[in-house]
């Protein structure tokens, strides 16, 4: 299994620093896959429509920062996806199915009765109409929440990351941040943040367990 990439870590961290898709939720790329095929598409679209269509990125990056809302981006890419696609509450459709990540929000829950200061800092794919955080009902756990078409920045700009550390009112060395895509690591590292780049759930809590102290336990 491949390690967990990360910084040196010299404070007690008091801040845990979560982002969302892939984290805190399951991975939801087999979902979207699956989905696809259920819109007669192949199964590669939504993936080749969002990261490797020029118009599809430029879309997605313009739902991130809020310069477009979510119907507008359903508009625009359900078109780029094919005329037989409906545009109405694409993304909710397209992520129904993507599970919440159980166990990390149990570690989650576990660092907050820790004492921990917590920090959901989220690239988003819009609020509205269809709610991601809502859906995987662990928007009350984080004292702080940096969403990322609500502030106009996104990651990787360190700029998100020094909003979310003043918000949190903590320094860099003082909190971890995990997070699925690698390059938004190094600018939390610069900050002097401990990464932890999230592979799986299992890896992701079993580091977070060993630099926290504390222990994910599902509820019974």
Not at 142 to 158: N, T
Request: hydrophobic letters at 45%; aromatic letters at 6%; a negative charge.
């Amino acid at each position: 299994m491949p390690q967990p990439t990360g910084t040196a870590h010299h404070h007690t961290p008091r801040g845990l620093i979560l982002d969302f898709a892939g984290v805190l939720t399951g991975d939801p790329r087999p979902v979207h896959r699956t989905w696809c095929e259920s819109e007669g598409l192949l199964a590669e679209a939504w993936r080749a429509t969002l990261n490797d269509h020029p118009e599809g990125r430029r879309l997605y990056t313009a739902l991130e920062i809020g310069q477009i809302s979510q119907a507008e981006w359903n508009e625009g890419t359900a078109a780029l996806l094919g005329t037989h696609v409906n545009a109405d509450n694409l993304m909710g459709r397209a992520w129904a199915k993507v599970p919440a990540a159980q166990r990390m929000a149990a570690l989650a829950r576990a660092a907050k009765d820790a004492g921990y200061r917590l920090a959901l800092l989220s690239n988003s794919f819009g609020l509205e109409p269809f709610n991601p955080y809502e859906q995987a009902g662990i928007w009350d756990l984080f004292d702080v929440h940096v969403i990322s078409e609500v502030v106009g920045l996104a990651k990787p700009d360190p700029a998100i990351f020094q909003l979310t550390l003043d918000r949190l009112g903590l320094p860099g060395p003082a909190c971890v941040f995990v997070d699925d895509h690698p390059v938004n690591l190094p600018p939390a590292e610069a900050l002097g943040i401990t990464t932890v780049l999230a592979t799986t759930e299992d890896q992701s809590v079993a580091e977070l367990e060993r630099l926290l102290g504390v222990s994910a336990i599902l509820p019974v």
